[in-house]
């Protein structure tokens, strides 16, 4: 009985290459990529813009309406805004009340006080402060001790936020500045801003 002898050499079928098949990966990148550029541009389109309307504006172009007089003066040198400034000199921690509002009728928002400040030679730390005053049951701060200034600094923006829950309606806001130390302060351009809640 014979039998054939295989050989331990086995031949493969050259296979014809799809040229289109080559492309599909970079076709499929390509596409995945202009997907994901079209998402993030919905994305940032959708994004809410943040909603802001002034509820107050103090120049500082006069002493009228200043509640503390001691210790301040009407600068019309050094000033931010070309009206002139409140110039504060303090020889011990004190805190200056600016104004106040009244009844200014805001809730279910971020109340925010914003203002301009100038230093000179401080020691210790000055911010702005705000006191919202809410009938039946008292006061409540806040304070922007997040960027308080010391030494020397040119005009500088500072800003603190009050966060207002739905029925939460202060009767009253008091807008100060603290000087925790001693020095020379100007403030100027002060500015009650109500912005939507995050």
């Known amino acids: 009985m014979g039998y054939k002898k295989r050989s331990l050499i086995s031949y493969t079928r050259p296979q014809k290459i799809n040229r289109g098949e080559e492309k599909m990966p970079t076709i499929k990148k390509s596409v995945l990529y202009f997907a994901c550029l079209f998402m993030v541009f919905v994305a940032a389109c959708s994004t809410k813009s943040v909603e802001t309307t002034e509820v107050k504006h103090y120049p500082i172009d006069s002493l009228e309406g200043i509640i503390t007089k001691s210790g301040v003066q009407m600068d019309r040198e050094i000033t931010s805004d070309g009206n002139g400034s409140l110039r504060i000199t303090a020889s011990k921690p004190t805190t200056v009340r600016l104004y106040e509002t009244g009844d200014i009728d805001i809730e279910n928002a971020r109340l925010i006080y914003q203002a301009k400040l100038r230093t000179e030679g401080i020691e210790g730390q000055v911010y702005i402060e705000m006191w919202c005053h809410f009938p039946g049951k008292g ?56 912005a939507s809640p995050k």
Request: overall charge negative; glycine content about 6%.
């Open 139 to 194: 006061e409540f701060f806040s304070r922007a001790l997040q960027s308080p200034l010391s030494g020397s600094n040119e005009w500088t923006s500072q800003e603190t936020p009050f966060f207002l829950k739905k029925s939460e309606n202060p009767d009253n806001v008091k807008i100060n500045l603290v000087v925790n130390g001693k020095g020379t302060v100007w403030i100027d351009d002060i500015h009650l801003i109500k």
